[in-house]
């Protein structure tokens, strides 16, 4: 995919469909020794003492703002700023990120940095719709597994949280970039956890920020580089009111130097399981037996629609089942001349 307009978006759109179906110092004035006046002393520390209460006051002050600034410079610098320029999230008046973006939507600053969770995207499709079981974590591009009814019928293979922090940033979707500009060349993958944040440090402005927001029927995570001039961001959302359950994922990136920049870009799921019956147990159990089961069909030089099956199910039972259902994925690039 090569554009070099600056602040052009490449959109691709990628959509997995299924045809099977979130002090004091206490401090006391005391006189000087040897002062013979004791009114004019007495006088004399009080003044003192406003003056050191004052003299406090203003120093707290300073170093509460020293702190506040310095606070919002770490923030506002360079990848940092990109987030905030993006214009999809705001500062508080405590200088960090505010807990909602304009879409209402949570912000989750970070997310590969903190302590793990895991969710599910809303299993709504609408009244006349089927939607897609979807599970997703803070880690790597959000979702660790997909599939129909539950997890027994996976799309990407099903595996419990404790499994899927550590795999989803290696086995879920992934993106490899080749960037080119006028001063440089360089290669990086979005979302990696080799260049994730610690919070322990001071600065982290040279690594990316990432950010996760959670709506009431979408999770996007976003990445602003502001080495490389790139914002990747990619989001998630059912397919409603479909006769198919489906997952659509819609990765956008975008240009936020000042110069040209021409993209390569690889990006996608590496693995999709065929539609098969109760698979998940099987994958776990004799994985490499299923293999032997499963089928591509509709790939070869003039046919680019790959439908994922096997050609049985799987099962003990003295009948054979053959298998009609299977999935698809469906995918396109999506720019300012070419829309959805």
């Known amino acids: 995919i090569k554009d070099s307009r600056r602040g052009k978006r490449f959109h691709p759109f990628i959509l997995h469909s299924i045809m099977s179906t979130s002090y004091q110092n206490n401090g006391s004035y005391e006189p000087v020794a040897g002062s013979e006046d004791t009114s004019f002393s007495e006088t004399s520390g009080s003044k003192n003492k406003l003056k050191g209460a ?3 006051i203003i120093a707290a002050i300073c170093i509460g703002a020293v702190g506040f600034f310095s606070y919002k410079a770490i923030f506002h610098g360079s990848s940092d700023k990109k987030a905030v ?21 949570y912000v989750f600053e970070d997310y590969d940095a903190k302590p793990t969770f895991s969710s599910f995207l809303p ?34 293979e099903f595996n419990p949280a404790n499994k899927a ?13 080749r960037g080119t500009t006028s001063l440089h060349s360089f290669e990086s993958e979005p979302f990696a956890p080799s260049r994730s944040r610690n919070l322990k440090e001071k600065d982290n402005s040279a690594l990316p920020k990432r950010i996760m927001y959670v709506g009431p029927n979408e999770m996007e995570v976003e990445e602003f580089d502001a080495t490389n001039s ?8 059912v397919l409603p009111e479909e006769d198919f359950s489906s997952l659509v994922r819609r990765a ?15 990006d996608g799921l590496a693995q999709i399981e065929p539609a098969g019956g109760r698979l998940d147990g099987n994958l776990k159990n004799m ?22 099956k096997m050609s049985t199910e799987p099962g003990d039972s003295a009948s054979v089942k053959i298998e009609e259902a299977g999935h698809y994925c469906l995918s396109f690039i999506e720019t300012e001349d070419t829309t959805a």
């Open 54 to 56: 004052i003299i406090a």
């Open 85 to 105: 320029e993006s214009g999809n999230v705001e500062i508080n008046k405590h200088g960090g990120l505010k807990l909602f973006d304009k879409e209402n939507r």
């Open 123 to 156: 299993g709504v499709a609408g009244y006349f719709g089927k939607p897609v079981w979807s599970f997703y974590v803070n880690r790597g591009q959000g979702i660790a597994s997909f599939g129909t009814e539950s997890k027994d019928y996976p799309i990407m």
């Open 165 to 177: 922090y550590q795999l989803t940033a290696f086995v879920g979707f992934r993106s490899f970039v």
């Open 230 to 237: 790139l914002s990747v961001s990619v989001k998630y959302f």
């Open 252 to 266: 956008t990136y975008a240009n936020t130097g000042s110069t040209e920049l021409t993209l390569s870009i690889l």
């Open 287 to 308: 994985g490499r037996t299923m293999e032997g089961f499963m089928g591509v069909y509709h790939a070869d030089d003039t046919l680019t629609m790959p439908f994922y």
